[in-house]
């Protein structure tokens, strides 16, 4: 029902990028990523605006994934109405913080999220039940680790029924560390292997929200992170460039 689910769930790496509505997202999401990644945090672009998008991406490869403004139900509601099967909601620092997100994303009796009809890619269905145990069961909740209070309730957030992926906020978390940008450091490098022992202990993935950009994904792999984006316009232009190459002008 959920190929990235069923992706995490296997332990396989998986890949995605950030997009905005404004780009033809239904050539990237069969250009061989996991997951498209829509953001109404750090962007111009308000939820409402994503659903002709999300609607382009029906029987691709990639699965739209919506990273919300704040933890509120009413964004999560408007994410999932849209079409996402797949919700990143920032700044999640405690284990009650962590089971208000799931609540807003499962229907009852799982959580509280308000129904307005089928929403989504999910399949046919005999009956509604069915439709509403699938979601409940099949879409992807990633709470967003970026600050020192996070780090100290690690454990307690990622043991929230629900929750599938602990994915680090790069820049907000190096930060709170001390070492604004510096992702190479001992300091940041010692809470990457925190989050990463964590997610492990609870059998769920750890994640970046993106590589920086002089650094290697698979440094980042070999710690034990199996959930990032990585930019599409370069590797675009790269590909352009070696097919114009081979034409003799």
Avoid at 26 to 41: E, M, P, V
Avoid at 104 to 128: D, M, Q, T
Avoid at 210 to 224: A, R, T
């Amino acid at each position: 029902m959920n190929a990235i689910k069923d992706s995490i769930k296997s332990g396989r790496v998986v890949v995605g990028t950030t997009v905005t509505p404004n780009v033809d997202v239904s050539i990237l999401a069969d250009a061989g990523y996991d997951f498209l990644l829509f953001d109404t945090q750090h962007s111009a672009w308000e939820i409402k605006q994503l659903q002709p998008s999300i609607q382009t991406m029906r029987g691709k490869q990639a699965a739209p994934l919506v990273r919300v403004a704040a933890n509120q139900a009413y964004q999560i509601c408007f994410a999932l109405d849209a079409g996402a099967r797949g919700i990143v909601v920032p700044m999640v620092n405690t284990r009650e913080e962590a089971e208000a997100a799931v609540r807003a994303c499962r229907y009852f009796p799982l959580g509280n999220r308000s129904n307005a009809g089928v929403r989504g890619e999910w399949g046919e269905f005999k009956n509604y039940r069915d439709y509403l145990d699938t979601v409940n069961n099949e879409l992807v909740i990633v709470p967003m680790i970026e600050t020192n209070q996070s780090l100290e309730n690690l454990d307690a957030i990622a043991s929230v029924p629900g929750v599938d992926v602990l994915l680090i906020g790069p820049s907000d978390l190096s930060i709170e560390l001390g070492v604004p940008l510096d992702y190479s450091c001992d300091t940041y490098q010692r809470a990457l292997d925190k989050i990463a022992a964590a997610a492990a202990k609870r059998g769920i993935a750890a994640g970046m929200y993106f590589i920086p950009p002089e650094m290697d994904p698979n440094f980042f792999v070999q710690k034990g992170f199996k959930f990032f984006t990585m930019p599409w316009g370069p590797w675009a232009t790269a590909g352009i460039q070696n097919g114009l190459s081979g034409i003799k002008r």
